[in-house]
Nanobody
Framework: EQVVESGGALVQAGGSLRLSCVVLGSDFSFNAMGWYRQAPGKKREERELVAFVSGTRTDYGDAVKGRFTIWQDNSNQTLYLQMDNLRRDDTAVYYC???????????????WGQGTQVTVSS
């Protein structure tokens, strides 16, 4: 299984971006997908869960609620993240992954992509 992220760019504060993530070579046994981000200077284990989707359920980290929207298009196995009203502290490498959602918790699987860089300037 492989995931490929795209859509990152340099954008001014207050602007918008849409990230995409395509899932390849999967048996689609997962029931959820999520976006994480790793801010500059942070370690891999400090990656922050930005949002996840499982069926009709979505949830967001407190820092992005009301500004970001996650959804998936099953017709083309693609996960999206619409990011509006971007702030400088949204600067990070954004990663998507497949996962499992149960007991009100999202559990990412081991598959991580290369990520896509989002840089927000003032």
């Amino acid at each position: 299984e492989q995931v490929v992220e795209s859509g990152g760019a340099l954008v001014q504060a207050g602007g918008s971006l849409r990230l995409s993530c395509v899932v390849l070579g999967s048996d689609f046994s997962f029931n959820a997908m999520g976006w994480y981000r790793q801010a500059p200077g942070k370690k891999r284990e400090e990656r922050e869960l930005v949002a996840f989707v499982s069926g009709t359920r979505t949830d967001y980290g407190d820092a992005v609620k009301g500004r970001f929207t996650i959804w998936q298009d099953n017709s083309n196995q693609t996960l999206y993240l619409q990011m509006d009203n971007l702030r400088r502290d949204d600067t990070a490498v954004y990663y998507c992954n497949t996962g499992d959602y149960y007991e009100d918790t999202y559990y990412p699987r081991a598959t991580w992509g290369q990520g896509t860089q989002v840089t927000v300037s003032s």
